[in-house]
């Protein structure tokens, strides 16, 4: 004889496991969509925060709230000039620059200065003690409304706002990218395990005077 007692739920389960793998399905396509992401690190532009194929967790819904903010690391859809692709690519670099930020460099000790402040930067890439310099050459920009100057944290390997300002005869909107086109803000190292960190924002920002 059959229990239906233990029956009914046996069989409810079945019924119910296609409709359980569907919202499961939908809830992860609509976290990747609209909550969070995760990237791999595809080039050396941003050792040694981050090593080639890295994988960082991207929160796609923090800007939807507030602009991004000096010293944050960020993904955005690079400009066809930038990555030359038509199709799109999606770059991870630093911001130093937000929209009216006075940026120069240097100071008399080789720094970076961000409105008169001069910018300490500790996760400029070095190498057997030997590092970057912040920038290869003197420049002195104002970041336009709407838009970002941003760099790689291994300044000689990166393409970024400095050299584009360069290959573009010092042409500052194409040297920026717009906020607009900003993915998200990576928060994380979440792989390989042993290099799992915070991407928090360095002690170097604090105190930059609004433009």
């Not at 199709?87 to 720094?111: L, N, T």
């Not at 709407?146 to 944290?153: A, I, N, T």
Request: net charge negative; charged share 25%.
């Amino acid at each position: 004889m059959i229990d239906e007692q233990t029956d009914k739920p046996r069989s409810s389960f079945w019924k119910e496991l296609p409709i359980l793998l569907g919202v499961a399905i939908l809830v992860a396509v609509l976290v990747r969509a609209f909550v969070l992401q995760t990237f791999f690190i595809p080039s050396p532009s941003m050792e040694n925060t981050l090593k080639i194929d890295d994988r960082v967790l991207v929160n796609k819904l923090v800007y939807d709230f507030r602009s991004p903010h000096r010293g944050e690391v960020i993904v955005f859809k690079a400009p066809t000039a930038w990555s030359g692709n038509p199709d799109g690519e999606d770059f991870i670099k630093r911001v130093i620059g937000i929209p009216g930020d006075h940026v120069v460099c240097c100071d008399p000790e080789e720094r970076l200065m961000i409105n008169g402040k001069s910018l300490d930067e500790p996760y400029i890439f070095s190498l057997d003690g030997v590092r970057d310099k912040p920038a290869d050459q003197e420049f002195d920009i104002t970041v336009p409304e709407g838009r970002l100057w941003v760099m790689g944290d291994h300044r000689s390997a990166s393409g970024d706002s400095l050299e584009h300002w360069q290959q573009s005869q010092q042409n500052i909107t194409e040297a920026t990218i717009p906020e607009d086109d900003v993915v998200g803000r990576a928060f994380t190292v979440f792989w390989p395990v042993n290099r799992a960190t915070w991407l928090t924002v360095p002690d170097g920002f604090d105190g930059i005077p609004k433009p």
